[in-house]
């Protein structure tokens, strides 16, 4: 998440607090009385009732139809940005949205008390997601890191190899390098390719086994790093089946 979306979202919250409390000076107790009529006739929409139930029954998909579907009929209704908040809240799902609708709560309603119980969650929303942020991103470098000493110790290798008169075979079998390990003598049962920029799944099926359609096979065999097809990236060190 970018961290200029983050710091505006916080800078809604505390300024939607604000607000709040400015609000409540100036129009008195009588407002919250008000909130509170206008929020019963809107509990009673049949959408909102009927998302309610789905809810008490454990149905979130329905709930989340029903919801969804009146926010686009009624984009102005404060109570089912509030309930569509809460329920993307409290399955810790898409914390964004669940943002987004807390806001649009404030913002359509200005004076309602619980404001302030919202601003200190959207506060928390917004910091979580910065930190879930924080974690890819050191994830990725460590992944990078590993990746840079794999390369580091196959160079290693290789020397070590050309020192004693052996080849890096002989040493420790195929290592991951800048490109495919091609064997010398009978091939081994594993190898490994490092991958470069530009390179996709069928192109490296392609170099390696002279027939794209070999991808699937790559992807079988590198399913604990690969999410999908396309999810690869250069410096991965890939499993090339035999």
Same mark, same amino acid.
């Given at each position: 998440?970018?961290?200029? &979306?983050?710091?505006?979202?916080?800078?809604?919250?505390?300024?939607?607090?604000?607000?709040?409390?400015?609000?409540? &000076?100036?129009?008195?107790?009588?407002?919250?009385?008000?909130?509170?009529? #206008?929020?019963?006739?809107?509990?009673?929409?049949?959408? &909102? *009732?009927?998302?309610?139930?789905?809810?008490?029954?454990?149905? =979130?998909?329905?709930?989340?139809?029903?919801?969804?579907? #009146?926010?686009?009929? $009624?984009?102005?209704?404060?109570? *089912?940005?509030?309930?569509?908040?809460?329920?993307?809240?409290?399955?810790?799902?898409?914390?964004?949205? $669940?943002?987004?609708?807390?806001? =649009?709560?404030?913002?359509?309603?200005?004076?309602?008390?619980? +404001?302030?119980?919202?601003? =200190?969650?959207?506060?928390?929303?917004?910091?979580?997601?910065?930190?879930?942020? +924080? #974690?890819?991103?050191? &994830?990725?470098?460590?992944?990078?890191?590993?990746?840079?000493?794999? *390369?580091?110790?196959?160079?290693?290798?290789?020397?070590?190899?050309?020192?004693?008169?052996? /080849?890096?075979?002989?040493? *420790?079998?195929?290592?991951?390098?800048?490109?495919?390990?091609?064997?010398?003598? /009978?091939? @081994?049962?594993?190898?490994?390719?490092?991958?470069?920029?530009?390179?996709?799944?069928?192109?490296?099926?392609?170099?390696?086994?002279?027939?794209?359609?070999?991808? /699937?096979?790559?992807?079988?065999? +590198?399913?604990?790093?690969?999410? +999908?097809?396309?999810?690869?990236?250069?410096?991965?060190?890939?499993?090339? @089946?035999?």
């Amino acid at each position: 998440m970018d961290d200029r &979306l983050i710091r505006g979202l916080l800078w809604r919250a505390r300024f939607g607090g604000c607000l709040l409390v400015g609000a409540m &000076l100036l129009m008195g107790g009588g407002c919250r009385r008000d909130v509170a009529t #206008l929020e019963q006739a809107e509990r009673q929409h049949p959408d &909102l *009732a009927a998302a309610r139930e789905a809810l008490s029954r454990g149905d =979130r998909e329905e709930a989340e139809r029903r919801l969804t579907a #009146l926010l686009r009929r $009624a984009p102005e209704m404060p109570l *089912a940005h509030l309930q569509y908040a809460r329920l993307l809240d409290e399955a810790g799902e898409r914390p964004l949205m $669940a943002i987004y609708h807390y806001l =649009r709560y404030q913002e359509l309603r200005p004076e309602a008390e619980k +404001n302030e119980v919202i601003a =200190r969650r959207v506060r928390q929303l917004a910091g979580e997601v910065g930190g879930a942020r +924080n #974690l890819r991103t050191r &994830l990725e470098e460590a992944e990078a890191r590993i990746a840079a000493l794999e *390369a580091e110790k196959a160079q290693l290798m290789e020397t070590l190899a050309k020192i004693q008169g052996r /080849s890096l075979e002989t040493l *420790a079998g195929p290592s991951p390098s800048a490109g495919p390990v091609l064997p010398r003598g /009978s091939p @081994p049962l594993v190898r490994y390719y490092r991958v470069q920029p530009g390179d996709t799944l069928l192109r490296i099926a392609e170099r390696l086994y002279g027939d794209s359609g070999q991808a /699937s096979r790559i992807f079988e065999a +590198n399913r604990s790093q690969l999410k +999908n097809m396309d999810a690869i990236r250069a410096g991965q060190v890939l499993v090339i @089946p035999p």
